[in-house]
Structure formats: structure tokens, C-alpha cells
């Protein structure tokens, strides 16, 4: 019987966890009437894969209201229709982004700029302290369950990722000594180990509190099979240049046979040359390569 997953990630939960948390601390300590939307921005704002990334949108959030307050505090007194004064104060928020080197969305100063200009009712300095310190609230209790409480974990995307390279490995070997003239080649396999690094870096880039020491193992771990994945890799690039696949050895035969490698190529010969040496090189390289992938990977 099949199991139906729903499709809701931990970041989709983590979001929503962060949200009511938020959402009931401004309801105490809220300063605009508008607090829960600015909290709830916040919160929402603050969830990205990485400490890095996060604090990044917390400074554009932070940056965009301040900024928009300032400008739009500035256009209030300009002598000059509304709506040109929001675009005037468009042009200067990009002007400061690019001056600065600022990544950042200008969509938020913007509004800010816009909500200060056109609605009467809103009290240009009361408001961008008051929606500054609402947002923040989001944004502190969405930093703090993101990145502390519930960090992104790659780990087990990472496993899942060198056991598929194990598979693809096995698949190569196959191809390579099944008798006739086609090479297999390691792209596919390459390309998932550019993934495995990027995964690598996300989780680097974590602030880990709970279970520490036992991430940093798993860490440590992980990288250690990343680096094996590329030099197998480097490897088995070498013997996809060998013209014809020199004859396996005894030994290195019986150990393909043993991880469930089926070879079809039963060429035997006493007296070795060249591509036999190269050939029986590289694979024992790729056998102790693997080995060192499998342990680290069987580690408890």
C-alpha cells in the first residue's frame, strides 16, 4: 500500500510556527494598528536556508522601512503634487541603493514612501518608528526560530545524494566492462557532486545550538565524502580516456563482483601491458575510494 506524503516542507512549518509566535507577541507589545501585518511580514521575511541569508532580509526589511521613512518624511514638505513626490522619492531610494551597493528589494521603501504621501491620516514619524518596531519583532522571533531553533538540515538530502552517486558508480563500472566498445562517461555523476557541494556549503553556512558537536561530526563527515565523491570521479574520467579497457585482475575482479558489479568482459592473460596496469590502477583507486564513501557513510 502506497503512502500519500503531504507536500508541506519544514520551512513551510517553521514559517507558520514563526508567524503565531510573532503574531502573539506584538499583540502585547505592538505599536501600529497595522501590527500584525508588519509582524507577520517580518517573520515571513526572515525565513531563507542559511544565518547569512536571513540576516540579509532582516536588513532589507529594516533598510526599506527606515529608508522610506526618511524620504517620504522628506517629500511631505516638498512643495509639489503627491504622486510626483512618490516618484521622486523612487528615484532616490535607487540612487541610495546603488551608491551603497545595495542588494536589496527597493519595493518596500516604496510603499513606505507611497503610504506616507498619499494618506493624510498617517503620522509620518509616529508610523515608520511604530511599523519599524513591529516589523522587528517578526523579524527577530522568524530569525530566531530559523536559524537557531529549527536551522535548514541538508543532512539527509546529502546521504540520499551519495548513495545515488554509489548506484551511478556501480552502473559505470558495468558499462565500462561489458565488452564492447562504448565508454560510459561520469557527467551525470559530476554534475550531482556540483549538487552535493552546494548542499555542503548551505549547511556551513548554519548556526547549529541544538546537537552541536553531533552536526559538526556529521559534518565533518559528509565533507570528507564529497571530497572522495570528486577524486573518484577524476578517476573514472581517467578510464573513460583508455582507448580499450586493459583485462582486470583477479583481485580486482572478485572485488567489483563482491559490490554486485556484473562484468561481461572475461578477457584473461598471463602476461600484463600497459592499459592492463593503467586499467587496474584506476579501478582499485575507485574501489578505495568507494570504501572510504561507505564507511563514513555506515558511521554511527
Known amino acids: 500500500m502506497q503512502h500519500y506524503r503531504l507536500p508541506i516542507g519544514m520551512r513551510t512549518m517553521k514559517s507558520a510556527i514563526a508567524i503565531f509566535v510573532a503574531l502573539i507577541i506584538v499583540e502585547q507589545y505592538g505599536a501600529t494598528t497595522s501590527k500584525v501585518v508588519f509582524a507577520l511580514i517580518g517573520a515571513a521575511a526572515a525565513m531563507d536556508v542559511t544565518f547569512k541569508a536571513s540576516l540579509k532580509s532582516c536588513l532589507a526589511q529594516i533598510c526599506g522601512v527606515s529608508f522610506g521613512a526618511l524620504f517620504g518624511l522628506l517629500m511631505l514638505y516638498l512643495p509639489i503634487d503627491r504622486y510626483i513626490s512618490v516618484a521622486i522619492g523612487f528615484i532616490l531610494v535607487m540612487t541610495l541603493y546603488n551608491m551603497l551597493h545595495l542588494h536589496l528589494s527597493p519595493v518596500l521603501p516604496c510603499i513606505v514612501i507611497a503610504m506616507v504621501l498619499t494618506n493624510p491620516e498617517i503620522h509620518p514619524i509616529p508610523y515608520a518608528l511604530g511599523r519599524l518596531w513591529d516589523t522587528t519583532i517578526g523579524l527577530a522571533v522568524g530569525l530566531f526560530i530559523n536559524t537557531l531553533f529549527f536551522p535548514y538540515d541538508t543532512r539527509r538530502q546529502m546521504r540520499e545524494t551519495v548513495d545515488e552517486l554509489d548506484r551511478d558508480l556501480l552502473r559505470f563500472l558495468e558499462d565500462y566492462f561489458d565488452g564492447d566498445d562504448t565508454r560510459p562517461d561520469a557527467e551525470q555523476m559530476a554534475a550531482k557532486i556540483a549538487g552535493l557541494e552546494r548542499q555542503l556549503n548551505l549547511m556551513r553556512e ?65 602476461e600484463e601491458n600497459v592499459a592492463d596496469v593503467v586499467t587496474n590502477y584506476h579501478v582499485a583507486r575507485v574501489l578505495a575510494l568507494r570504501r572510504t564513501i561507505r564507511e563514513e557513510l555506515d558511521k554511527p
Not at 572522495?228 to 572478485?254: C, D, F, K, M, Y
Not at 558489479?261 to 572475461?266: C, G, N
Open 206 to 270: 548554519q548556526k547549529w545550538v541544538i546537537h552541536r558537536r553531533r552536526k559538526k561530526l556529521d559534518l565533518c563527515s559528509l565533507q570528507k565524502c564529497d571530497t572522495a565523491a570528486r577524486h573518484l570521479v577524476t578517476e573514472l574520467e581517467a578510464l573513460s580516456l583508455i582507448e580499450v579497457p586493459g583485462r582486470l585482475t583477479e583481485e580486482n575482479r572478485e572485488r567489483l563482483q563482491n559490490c554486485g558489479v556484473v562484468i561481461r568482459d572475461q578477457r584473461t592473460s598471463e
